[in-house]
């Protein structure tokens, strides 16, 4: 099968991203839905348990895990789209420090998978603000609103990690692009954001049967209560 866009791993990250956002375009189903923003958090805090779910497990797969970096890339992507149509610049992304308080002790965070489970949720957060326990400086403070980073650089920053975890588990990031890519022209698929007539309630189970194996696998006990206090909030907002 031709396509109108391809992938060369040659060509400066920029163009690939680019080409990346020309082939996923199309796939904006959740445009037409009551609330579009929801439906893109609920895909992106999908992507980041299926990540967890990938840390939990007993044997990696880089396939999958391939996959699930090229599917968080589609979320941030559309969630740059309406922010404002963002643009993203990949070349010079920076991640935004993270800092945990477990048991009193301020650490911070090196761990990959977990800065970029927290840099998804922190995207999350900033279309729904609700949860400050990410926002903490080098000092505990917790961050005001109004001088934590803005949308375009929180999603920089969990395309940063993204890319960070590819690295470390020697994945190209235009691998998972082009998986993702491929995926969505060549098969259906069904993720949240491209089948808004799914069943939520099925939604919602499939949400609540994973997220403890999902949830147990993060270092950090702040992120894990992140992470459910989210698919908490997600499954408030289904019910209302």
């Known amino acids: 099968m031709a396509f109108e866009h391809t992938f060369n791993s040659q060509k400066p990250l920029t163009d690939e991203w680019n080409t990346f956002r020309e082939r996923i375009a199309k796939f904006s189903q959740y445009t037409f839905a009551a609330d579009p923003e929801l439906l893109l958090r609920r895909g992106l805090i999908e992507e980041a348990r299926e990540i967890a779910m990938e840390k939990a497990?007993?044997?990696?797969?880089?396939?999958?895990?391939?996959?699930?970096?090229?599917?968080?890339?589609?979320?941030?992507?559309?969630i740059a789209k309406i922010s404002g149509d963002l643009e993203i610049n990949v070349?010079?992304?920076?991640?935004?420090?993270?800092?945990?308080?477990?048991?009193?002790?301020?650490?911070?965070?090196?761990?990959?998978?977990?800065?970029?489970?927290?840099?998804?949720?922190?995207?999350?957060?900033?279309m729904n603000p609700h949860m400050e326990r990410l926002w903490k400086d080098e000092h505990g403070n917790t961050v005001?609103?109004?001088?934590?980073?803005?949308?375009?650089?929180?999603?920089?920053?969990?395309?940063?990690?993204?890319?960070?975890?590819?690295?470390?588990?020697?994945?190209?990031?235009?691998?998972?692009?082009?998986?993702?890519?491929?995926?969505?022209?060549?098969?259906?698929?069904?993720?949240h954001v491209i089948e808004e007539d799914r069943d939520q309630r099925h939604t919602e189970k499939q949400l609540t049967s994973s997220r403890e194996r999902a949830i147990s696998s993060l270092s950090k006990r702040s992120l894990r209560e992140a992470f459910l206090h989210e698919v908490d909030s997600l499954h408030n907002s289904e019910s209302e």
Do not use: W
């Not at 010079?92 to 650490?107: F, H, K, M, R």
């Not at 911070?108 to 957060?125: A, Q, S, Y």
């Open 91 to 126: 070349d010079n992304a920076q991640e935004i420090p993270v800092y945990s308080i477990d048991n009193g002790a301020l650490t911070p965070i090196h761990d990959p998978m977990d800065k970029t489970l927290i840099g998804m949720l922190r995207v999350c957060d900033k």
């Open 144 to 191: 005001a609103p109004d001088d934590r980073p803005t949308m375009q650089h929180t999603i920089e920053s969990a395309f940063a990690s993204l890319q960070s975890l590819a690295i470390d588990n020697d994945i190209d990031l235009v691998d998972a692009m082009q998986a993702t890519a491929d995926k969505l022209d060549t098969r259906a698929r069904e993720p």
């Open 57 to 78: 497990s007993d044997h990696f797969d880089k396939k999958h895990l391939t996959g699930e970096i090229g599917d968080s890339l589609f979320y941030l992507s559309h």
